[in-house]
Every structure is written in structure tokens, then in C-alpha cells.
């Protein structure tokens, strides 16, 4: 299935500085559909390269990153539940910001 996903607010300095990444990612077998929950499983094996705890807190995001699917707020899709489809948008987001 074929993803954009960007990162932002500093997640991308995870990401080999890299902000937008165009992905393909494959259902998990057994599955008939692609879940955040799966998405982010992914995000942590293929693309967050140092500090994955910057970025995930066991199976979800960290309290602090705004997740954006489609620029809807994955609270009101169902978080790691949220089912996601070809060529959506997926944004992550830090709001936590150093001083």
C-alpha cells in the first residue's frame, strides 16, 4: 500500500533529517486491512533511524506527537485502530519543543 508520511516540529531529525518519505507498505499476513497500530510498527523498523522512545511509548506515539491521517486527528478515527487506505497522509507531529 502505497503511504505518504511526513514528519515534523523535530521528528524528522529521527528520520535521517528527512521530512516527507513516500512509502510502500505491505498488510500484515492474516490481515485484510492496514491499522495505525501496523503503520507504526513499521515507522520503527524501517524508517526511525536513532531514539525510537523519542517517538513511540510501546505500540502507540508518544503523549506530544500529533498523528494527522488525511489531516483529520487520528483521535476521531480511532487512534491505533484508524484503518488506513492507498496513497493516504499520515502526518507526525511534536508538540513538545526544548528551550
Known amino acids: 500500500m502505497h503511504l505518504t508520511l511526513e514528519f515534523g516540529g523535530g521528528l524528522e531529525l529521527l528520520c535521517e533529517s528527512v521530512k516527507v518519505h513516500n512509502v510502500n507498505v505491505d498488510v500484515p499476513k492474516g490481515a485484510d486491512k492496514l491499522t495505525m497500530k501496523d503503520l507504526l510498527a513499521w ?10 522512545e523519542m517517538f513511540m511509548k510501546g505500540v502507540s506515539v508518544r503523549p506530544g506527537v500529533l498523528v ?4 483529520c486527528d487520528w483521535e476521531l478515527s480511532g487512534q ?3 484503518i488506513l487506505e492507498e496513497k493516504d497522509v499520515v502526518v507526525f507531529i511534536s508538540t513538545l519543543h526544548g528551550g
Not at 43 to 52: A, F, G, M, Q, S
Not at 68 to 71: F, S
Open 68 to 71: 494527522l491521517v488525511n489531516d
Open 80 to 82: 491505533l485502530d484508524t
Open 43 to 52: 515507522v520503527r523498523t524501517n524508517l526511525i533511524k536513532e531514539r525510537p
